[in-house]
C-alpha cells in the first residue's frame, strides 16, 4: 500500500458496485483507484462519476495494477470464486459481495487460496457494520435486555423472476435464500452467536427458484435459555424487513429496513402476575378506570420505550470499507467482526436448508 489511504478497485459495474463506490465517499480511510467490467461502456459511465478512477480493459489487468491495494467483487454470484482467485493470485486483499460463493466448496477453496497467499479476505456482509448492529450487540451483552429468548428478523423485496437475473436465477447462485437468507443468519450468528437450524420450510417456483424461505434456529449460548430465532425472507413479496430482539428485560425493534437501519425502540418486557388475592381491593383498583388512568400518568413520566438513533450518511457501505482498511493497516488477514470460519459455517447452513424441499 502507497499513500494515507486505501486504493480500491471493482470488479463488476452494477447497482451494488455503484453503491460501493458512492458509499465511499462517505470513508474515511479509502478511495476509488480502478473499475473493471464485462461491459467497458458500463464501466466507463461509472469511472465518469468517480473522478480519478481509472477504467481497466479486464479484471485481471486490475488485478495487477500497482494502483489498486484491494479489489472489492460485485460480480453475478456465480463468479465470484473465479474473480476473488483472480485478485487473491495478484496479492490484493478481497472484499466479495455477499453471498461469499454459491456453494460451500468454493468458499472454502477462496479461503484456502487466501490463506495459502497470506491476503485479507473477507465477506461483504456490510450490515456487521453498521452502527446500530454495533448497539443492538453492545446492549444484548451488557444484559440490557435480559436474557434474550427471541430474534424475529423478516427481509423481502418483491422482486419477478427472470432467467438470467443473478438475483433470481438458480443457475447464477439466485434466489431468496441465496440473496437474502445469507442477511438473516448472518446476523442472528452476530447478535446471538452460534447456532442450529431446527425447522423451516421453502416455497420453490418451476426453475426451481426459492421465493420465500422460513427459518428456524436455535443458538447455543450455555445460558439458563437457549435463545430462537425466526428468519423469513421472501422474493415473492414484500416483507415488513425488520428485526427484533426480545429478551426477559426488554425488547429491541429495528427499522425497516433492518440490513440498514438508522434508528431503533427500546421498550420495556413487564411480566403479569395473577394476583394473590382477584377480590382484594388492590385487584379492584389496578382494574378500575383510576387504576388505568394512574398507570397511563406513571407511563408518560416513566416511557416504556425509548427511541434509539444511529444515523449515517449514504447506503452504509463505508463502514466495512473502514473495516477492510483498519484490518489492512493493523495488518491482519481476517476481520474479527466477520471471520472466514462464520462465512464459512453459514454457507453450510444455507446448502442444508436449501434441500428441505429436493
Not at 395473577?274 to 382494574?287: A, D, H, I, Q, T
Not at 406513571?298 to 444515523?311: D, E, G, L, N
Not at 466495512?320 to 471471520?339: F, W, Y
Request: aromatic residues 6%; charged residues 20%; proline residues 4%.
Amino acid at each position: 500500500m502507497s499513500g494515507a489511504k486505501i486504493r480500491w478497485g471493482i470488479f463488476g459495474s452494477g447497482s451494488i458496485a455503484q453503491q460501493f463506490a458512492w458509499d465511499m465517499r462517505f470513508s474515511r480511510t479509502s478511495l476509488l483507484s480502478g473499475i473493471a467490467s464485462r461491459s467497458m461502456e458500463n464501466a466507463k459511465r461509472l469511472a465518469d462519476v468517480h473522478p480519478g478512477a481509472k477504467v481497466f480493459a479486464n479484471y485481471e489487468e486490475l488485478a495487477t495494477s500497482d494502483a489498486v491495494d484491494a479489489i472489492y467483487v460485485a460480480t453475478p454470484n456465480a463468479l465470484h470464486k473465479e474473480h476473488c482467485l483472480i485478485a487473491i493470485a495478484a496479492g490484493k486483499a478481497v472484499l466479495c459481495e455477499k453471498p461469499f460463493a454459491t456453494n460451500s466448496s468454493d468458499a472454502r477453496e477462496i479461503v484456502a487460496a487466501a490463506k495459502a497467499a497470506n491476503v485479507f479476505c473477507m465477506e461483504a456482509m456490510w450490515t456487521r457494520f453498521i452502527p446500530m448492529l454495533a448497539k443492538a450487540r453492545c446492549q444484548i451483552r451488557s444484559g440490557e435486555l435480559g436474557e434474550i429468548a427471541h430474534l424475529n428478523a423478516t427481509l423481502g423485496f418483491a422482486r419477478a423472476e427472470r432467467q438470467g437475473d443473478p438475483i433470481t436465477d438458480p443457475a447464477l447462485g439466485g434466489g431468496a435464500l441465496n440473496d437474502l437468507g445469507c442477511y438473516g443468519l448472518s446476523i442472528a450468528e452476530y447478535l446471538l452467536g452460534p447456532f442450529e437450524v431446527v425447522g423451516g420450510d421453502l416455497q420453490r417456483s418451476e426453475s426451481g427458484s426459492v421465493r420465500t424461505a422460513t427459518i428456524s434456529l436455535r443458538h447455543n449460548t450455555k445460558r439458563e435459555l437457549n435463545p430462537l430465532s425466526a428468519i423469513t425472507v421472501s422474493h415473492a413479496t414484500q416483507l415488513e424487513n425488520t428485526l427484533t430482539i426480545s429478551g426477559t428485560k426488554a425488547r429491541l425493534s429495528l427499522s425497516a429496513p433492518f440490513i440498514q437501519a438508522r434508528d431503533a425502540n427500546f421498550s420495556s418486557v413487564t411480566f403479569s402476575n395473577p394476583p394473590k388475592s382477584p377480590g382484594s381491593l388492590k385487584s379492584r383498583f389496578v382494574s378500575s378506570y383510576s387504576g388505568q388512568k394512574l398507570k397511563k400518568a406513571i407511563r408518560t413520566v416513566f416511557p416504556p420505550s425509548r427511541a434509539i438513533s444511529a444515523s449515517f450518511r449514504g447506503g452504509g457501505l463505508q463502514f466495512e470499507i473502514d473495516e477492510v482498511a483498519r484490518c489492512l493497516t493493523g495488518e491482519l488477514v481476517e476481520s474479527d467482526i466477520m471471520p472466514l470460519r462464520t462465512t464459512i459455517s453459514i454457507i453450510e447452513e444455507l446448502e442444508r436448508i436449501d434441500n428441505f424441499r429436493k
